[in-house]
């Protein structure tokens, strides 16, 4: 084939490149629902270049006539593609029927016939000729059917024009950005083909195709519709909708503090809409709010404060952002508030604080019970032998005002040694040792050990203590220690209400449990904290004065002991605390006294004892009174002297302190253990912390028998005696 370069030439092809880059850049930004016709459109219009690109180009008259007609054919198929195009754009669920798209190929179809056909019968043109100054190839002899032809191409564009220009009212705004665009480049194509058609008979000096070129402007036009136009249309849009979306209340104001805007979530704050809120004052709206808040119309730069409200009784705290608004010469116009609700947030900050000084008041207590612990370690050895002593005097021949304040003294002692056993009782986290016990006796050492205190503060103690009450199994410390946290919240609520009271503490059998309660005249619970009061951390006072712990343990410690704790009690008129128990089968049953009489009948030999123990009055007294019963004693306070006695003679019984320095009485007994494997069956511990993780692992383990510090001598001989006449 023969060919003819040129300017036009170059320029036409270049110009199909263009189109083709412009088809593939712009493919993403058709809309999905007609981008398949949309690139079939752009592909047409790149064709219809490239095919009069050739015409010209070519030097064969042949291959001229044949991609003119092959123009004419593209341009049929466009209109109709075009018609598609346009009825998928504006109808976004449209889909084509066999129907229609047999209707819609029946006119590129005749008309592809006819313009193949056209040497035979002439229905279209004449003839055609070539012109010596131009590569146009002109025809002539144009017949209605081309005029005809031409008519019904301009029709269906026309058409899909007037479709489109129907429907724009009916489009949002970023898809009428683009329906702009493409009615646009539409109309430019109509005026380009008009141009072109008048001139097919017509010898112009520039062989340019001047509806490719047309093809080219309207592609430029509808890709800035769609990437240009709707970008524009899509901002404003999104910036609305994500004003709207806001569930932060948004509140514009002018300079005068009036309304001038609100989001979905201000008319739902403010409790109006917009138009009721327009141009109102801000403080009208906002009734409530303090006048230095509402005054924001002259705050120069952003800002963020946080305020609280009483509303319905209750107080919200709401973040406010300040943000203002200026014109363009930098003149104040207004603000923008930009208002949260933060209660939630304020409250977890608030109970993660509360949390955290109650975690180190919980440290602080835990810090006070291992003092407690070690100091009642302390005063249970000078305190064995205070109580020892007078023991001792009290079997002397003394005058009798002597004997008598020997025996306050031991007296004295012994309610001291009460007081440190309960401490200690505190003071350890000790799993539960169940015995039976008398509920009365838990109640009298209750009173005996806050009886005092009562006193001093105006708190009068009414008891009806039910006789013969049956025993129950449980842990005489731990139920101690719900009684008197018990007696402690009543004497403090009595306290703040009217500084003095009247607590009434009545113990009773109904049907299989034992019911304990507490009646104080305080100013009674509120009724919607009457269930909430055994919950942890739940407590009505400040920081400081309650942990909100005490309740919630006692209702732990009943539970475990398969009882019940509750409360009833009406505003004003005082608090009753119920513990209820369940009672033990009558066979179970045995009073604490039956077997320590038992073993008081018994009546053994003296024996050999060693006695080890650090503390020098202890261990003195224990080796006077030992031997003022007949026992050969040989004492030691250290570990070097007992193991050199020990190792030098066999004794019948070792009574030694579990608690040692240098070397614990735990490290001494497996010495012992190690140079004579029979040493259990010899060996007495004494120890003032049953209480403690070591001690309690150490006896669960050996399962060796121990005696409690502080002792008086009547109970050390009673165990002293029961292990000797075992042998």
């Not at 593609?81 to 066999?98: D, G, K, M, S």
């Not at 005249?521 to 009505?540: A, E, Q, V």
């Not at 003679?649 to 579990?658: A, E, S």
Request: one cysteine or more.
């Amino acid at each position: 084939m023969e060919w003819q370069w040129s300017v036009w030439v170059v320029l036409e092809l270049a110009a199909t490149i263009g189109m083709l880059a412009l088809a593939f850049y712009s493919r993403n930004t058709i809309p999905p629902r007609v981008r398949n016709l949309g690139l079939l459109l752009f592909t047409l219009g790149t064709l219809y270049m490239f095919l009069h690109a050739m015409e010209i180009g070519t030097a064969s008259p042949e291959h001229k006539y044949l991609y003119f007609k092959s123009q004419i054919v593209i341009l049929a198929l466009t209109a109709t593609i075009w018609l598609a195009f346009i009825l998928q754009y504006v109808h976004e669920n449209y889909r084509f029927t066999p129907r229609t798209i047999c209707l819609l190929g029946i006119f590129p179809l005749v008309v592809t016939l006819l313009v193949a056909t056209n040497d035979l019968h002439h229905l279209f043109w004449s003839g055609d000729f070539l012109p010596s100054d131009n590569p146009f190839l002109l025809i002539y002899g144009a017949k209605p059917a081309f005029w005809f032809l031409a008519a019904c191409i301009g029709v269906v564009f026309l058409y899909g024009i007037f479709i489109l220009a129907r429907h724009l009212g009916l489009m949002t705004e970023p898809i009428r950005g683009d329906a702009y665009s493409i009615l646009v480049a539409a109309i430019i194509i109509i005026i380009f083909a008009a141009f072109t058609i008048t001139n097919v008979e017509k010898n112009t000096p520039y062989p340019i195709s001047s509806l490719g070129w047309g093809f080219m402007i309207a592609f430029i036009v509808i890709l800035i519709g769609f990437r240009f136009l709707r970008t524009r249309y899509i901002r404003p849009l999104a910036q609305q909708a994500a004003i709207d979306s806001l569930t932060e209340a948004l509140i514009a104001v002018d300079n005068q503090a009036r309304v001038v805007y609100m989001n979905p979530a201000g008319e739902k704050f403010i409790g109006c809409t917009l138009a009721n809120a327009y141009q109102r004052p801000v403080q009208e709206l906002l009734p409530s709010w303090p006048q230095e808040i509402l005054n924001i119309v002259h705050q120069p730069s952003p800002s963020v404060k946080e305020i609280k409200i009483e509303h319905n009784g209750e107080y919200v705290w709401y973040e406010i952002g300040l943000s203002p608004v200026n014109d363009s010469i930098g003149n104040l116009i207004g603000q923008v508030m930009l208002i949260q609700d933060i209660t939630d947030r304020i409250k977890a900050e608030e109970e993660k604080h509360e949390t955290e000084a109650k975690a180190q008041l919980a440290s602080r207590l835990s810090t006070v019970g291992q003092m407690a612990a070690g100091i009642c370690h302390e005063i249970n050895n000078p305190l064995t032998t205070v109580i020892g002593y007078s023991d001792l005097l009290t079997n002397k021949d003394l005058p009798a005002d002597a004997k008598q304040q020997v025996g306050y003294i031991h007296e004295a002692g012994r309610r001291v040694a009460d007081i440190v056993r309960q401490l200690l009782v505190f003071a350890r986290n000790a799993q539960p040792m169940r015995t039976t016990v008398d509920i009365n006796d838990v109640v009298s050492r209750t009173l005996r050990l806050r009886g005092y205190q009562l006193k001093l503060a105006n708190i009068n103690i009414l008891t009806e203590l039910a006789p013969d009450l049956p025993y129950i199994i449980a842990d005489a410390g731990q139920l101690l220690q719900v009684f008197l946290n018990i007696v402690l919240n009543a004497e403090t609520e009595m306290k703040l209400a009217h500084g003095q009271g009247t607590l009434l503490i009545k113990t009773e059998c109904i049907d299989d449990v034992v019911r304990i309660s507490f009646k104080d005249d305080g100013p009674g619970i509120p009724k919607k904290d009457l269930n909430r009061i055994f919950d942890p951390f739940f407590t009505t006072r400040k920081i400081g004065e309650g942990t909100g712990l005490g309740l919630s343990v006692c209702h732990g410690i009943i539970t475990e002991h398969r009882g019940h704790i509750y409360a009833h009690s009406e505003l004003g008129k005082g608090a009753t605390l119920i513990v209820e128990l369940p009672i033990i089968e009558h066979d179970q049953a045995e009073t604490p006294s039956t077997a320590y009489q038992e073993i008081q009948q018994v009546r053994t030999r003296p024996g050999r004892i060693l006695v080890i123990d650090d503390d020098q009055l202890l261990l003195k007294f224990l080796v006077q009174s030992l031997t003022t019963r007949g026992h050969e004693v040989d004492g030691a306070d250290n570990a070097n002297d007992a193991l050199r006695v020990f190792k030098s003679k066999r004794h019948d019984l070792i009574l030694m302190d579990i608690l040692r320095p240098n070397i614990c009485g735990i490290e001494l007994y497996k010495k012992f253990k190690r140079l004579d494997k029979s040493v259990d069956s010899r060996v007495l511990i004494m120890t003032g912390d049953i209480l403690s993780k070591p001690t309690r692992t150490f006896l669960s383990r050996t399962k060796l028998p121990y005696i409690e510090k502080p002792f008086d001598t009547d109970a050390l001989t009673v165990k002293i005696d029961e292990m000797l006449s075992q042998k």
